[in-house]
């Protein structure tokens, strides 16, 4: 086995994870393909290639064997764990969108004004958003595909609430910039009940975006969500 493979690396971690590092462990193979969701013959395969490429050793127990990791073997799992963790710690934090501005259906306004929103609004993000949003529609399938999975993300999380006669739904808040900065105070909101879909990314701030920026509909921007 010139490198180890992924369905080996599974079983390594399973073994590891039933304290075969220092100690042998009693392993059928039954129960040992189970763990990593495959047969028993895999199971029985895996660990005979991990013994002939000396990554585990094998005794005899009576009809069953005992099983331990080598330290080869516990290498190259920690090996593994470090460049994974590397990997995800270097992760970019932030998620960018382009899309063109245009016209919202006025809503935007209305909501804004409503107490119930603007007390947590000032609570939680230290202010009262301008009365309206900054209506993005995203045109590439990658951003379009990154809204959908924005949502998914830690967010600054607005409660929804009842003024008596209705109810108004949760809101999702993440602080962003647009185009690199000039506006570094926004929000972008993800709600529980829009009209819009995930080609639309919906930008609230202190100030109206539009006129600080000196953006008009149609323009290109760029939104850069910062994530938790």
């Excluded at 047969?39 to 005899?60: F, P, V």
């Excluded at 005992?66 to 920690?78: M, N, R």
């Excluded at 808040?173 to 570094?184: E, F, L, P, V």
Aim: net charge neutral; aromatic share 8%.
């Amino acid at each position: 086995m010139p490198e180890i493979k992924l369905q080996h690396i599974l079983t390594l971690i399973e073994l590891l994870s039933q304290g075969a590092h220092h100690n042998f462990v009693e392993v059928t193979t039954t129960l040992l393909g189970k763990g990593i969701g495959r047969s028993q013959q895999a199971a029985s395969k895996h660990l005979l290639d991990l013994e002939t490429s000396g990554y585990i050793e094998r005794l005899k127990k009576g009809q069953k064997y005992a099983v331990k990791v080598t330290d080869k073997g516990y290498s190259e799992i920690q090996s593994l764990y470090l460049s994974l963790r590397a990997a995800l710690e270097s992760a970019p934090s932030t998620m960018d969108f382009e899309g063109n501005v245009i016209s919202g259906m006025g809503e935007g306004a209305y909501y804004m004004s409503l107490e119930g929103y603007r007390r947590q609004f000032r609570e939680k993000l230290g202010y009262e958003p301008y009365p309206g949003t900054l209506n993005v529609q995203l045109t590439d399938q990658i951003y379009m595909n990154g809204r959908l999975e924005l949502g998914k993300h830690p967010s600054i999380f607005i409660d929804g609430f009842s003024d008596g006669t209705r109810t108004y739904g949760w809101v999702k808040c993440y602080r962003a910039t647009i185009n690199d900065g000039a506006i570094d105070n926004a929000a972008v909101l993800v709600l529980e009940r829009t009209h819009y879909d995930d080609s639309m990314l919906e930008v609230i701030g202190p100030i109206s975006i539009k006129q600080t920026a000196g953006i008009k509909n149609g323009d290109r921007i760029k939104v850069q969500v910062r994530l938790a």
